[in-house]
C-alpha cells in the first residue's frame, strides 16, 4: 500500500494557479524524487503536504488517514518530518538543542515536571539527550554539537536540518533540496546518509535541482510544471521523456 | 568587556549563596522600617518581573497589560477574603488559577497577532481590566441587554464587588500555624522566601522540554512548528503561567497592603513590569532582579540623596533610562541567549 496518497491536489495563490489537481503516491521504503523547472509548485507540494497551506481542493493521506485540516505540528507527529529550501534552524539554539527540538513531539514532561522534576521527567530528558546525540553522530554533527547553529558552516547547517527532522522519528522524510549550495564531495557524502537514511526504513520524498543527486538516488522521479505532475518513472525513463526535455529545454521550433 | 561581565563568570551559585545570606541579614543590616518597605516592594515587583520574564522573555510575546493578571489576583484574594474570611494563603493557589484561566480566556483569540499588534491588544486588555474594576458591577450591565438575561439589569444595579473607585479595604493578614504577618520585616521573609522559590521554578522551567519550546517559537515559529511543536498550546502556557505567577503576586501584595484599588493596576504598572524585563535582560533571571533594582529601588535612592532638588527625580530617572537604550541596549544583565539574538540583528 502506498505510504502517502495524494489525489487531485490543487492549491491557488490568486489567479496563479500553483499545484493542478495533482496525483500521486509515495510507496513505503522507495526513494521519491520531485523535479521540475523554477516555479513549477515544487516546494507548494510540499508546504501542502506539511499543513503549511490549507489546500484548496484535493486528498492528502498518509497510510490512508487523511492530513487534511490538521495543524503542522499534528501532521509532524503522525510523522512526516521535513528540511526547507531556506534554512530554517533554530540559528540561536546550539546544535545539540536544534535535535533536541525534534523530540518535542515524542515526549510529554509539561511545566509542573519541569518545576518538580519527577524521576519521570529526568530520565526522559535524558533520553532526549542520547537520541539527540545519535542523530548528531548519525549525520557527522557529534564534535560540532555545543556551536550555535549559526556558526556552522553551510554545508553543516544543512545536515543539521535533516538530523533535527530524523529526531522526530519519521516515516516519511521530505527533504526540499538538500544538495542545494552543496561541493562535490558534500554532495556526495549527502547522497550516501540519504541512502543509509532510507536502508534505516524512512521513506524519503525530495525536491533537487542538481540532477546527478535525483537521478543518482531515487527510485522514481515525478516532474511537474505549472503545477502539473507531466512524468512520471524510472530516472532513466523520465530523463528520455520528450514533454520532461521540452519543459526543462523549451520546444524546438 | 567590564565589571559585569567578569562577575558573570563567577559561579553563579556562589552568586545566589552571597545574595541570600545578604537578603537574610537585609532587615538587621539596615534596621529601617521604611527600607524595609521598599524592599518589600521590591519583591513584589520581581515576582511579577519574572512571571512577566516568561511570556516576554522565553516565549516572545509582547505583552504590556501584565497589571490586568496581577489586578485579578489581588481583587480575587481581596473580594474572597474579605467577604467570606477565607485565610489569604489559602487563597494563593485559588488567585494563581483564577489568573491563569482569565489569561487563557483572553489571550487565545489573539495568539496569532505578531509583536506589536500583539502588544496593542494587550494594552487595550489592561485598560479593560481597570477600568471594569472601577465601574465595579454596572460594567457587567450590558448583559441585561442580552435576551433573556433582562432580570440581571436589577439584581446588578446597586451591587458592590469590586468597590469602584474607593477599592477594597480590610483584607485579612496572611496568618500560618497562629502566627500573623503584621510587621514589615515579617512579610520580608514571606516574600523573600517566594522569590527564592520563583527563581528555582524558573530556572528550572528555562532548562525544560516546555523551556525549549518557547525559545524554538521566540526564534522561529514556523520551523518550530513543522518540527512538531504545538505553538498555539505553548503560547498559552506561556501567558497562563506567567499570569498565574502575577496572580500570586497580587495574592501577597494584597495581604500585605490590605487595601487596595483600580488605580494601583494602571497602564503605569505594566509599563514599570516591562521595564523591568527589558531593562534587566529580556530572558534573564539576574536580568529581571538587576532591573527591579533599577526600577523600583533606584527611584527611591534619588528620592533620599536629592532631597533639596526632588523635581529632578524623574528626570534623572529618566536621563538613565535612555542612555540606558543607547548603550546597553542588551539589557544591564542579559541572558547570553538573547544577546546573541540582539548582535545578529535578528
Redesign the interface.
Known sequence: MALLEVRNLTKNFGGLTAVDRLDFEINEGEILGMIGPNGAGKTTVFNLI?G?YPPDEGEIRLNGQSLLGL????I??QGIG?T?QTI??????TVM?NV???R????R???L???L?PKS?RL??QS?REQAERHLQFMKLYEQRAE?A?NLPYGDQRRLEIA??LA?DPHLLILDEPAAGLNEQETNELMQSISQIRDSGITIFLIEHDMKVVMGISDRIIVLDNGKKIAEGAPAEVRDNPRVIEAYLGREE | MDLIARWRKLDERYLYLALTILAVLFPWLVRSVRWTQVANFFFVYALLGLSLNIIVGYAGLFQLGHAAFYAVGAYTTAILSSRYNIPTFWLLPVAGLVSAVFAILISRPILHLRGDYLCIVTIGFGEIVRISLRNDASSLVFLSKIPGLQFLEEKLTGLVITGGPNGIFGINRPGILGFTFRQQWHYFYLFLAFVALTIFAMRRLENSRLGRAWTCVREDELAAEAMGIDTVRVKLLAFAIGAAWAGVAGNLYASWVTVIAPESFSFWESVIMFCIVVLGGTGSIPGVLVGTVGMIVLPEILREVLLNIQQWRMLIFGAAMISMMVFRPEGLWPSQRFRRELEAGD
Open positions: 506539511s503549511i495543524r503542522p505540528h499534528s509532524t507527529e521535513r526547507f530554517r534552524l533554530f540559528r540561536n539554539l538543542e533536541m527540538a525534534g518535542h513531539c515524542r515526549t514532561a509539561g511545566w515536571g519541569a518545576i522534576q521527567q526522559e530528558e532526549i550555535l549559526k533535527r527532522a522526530i
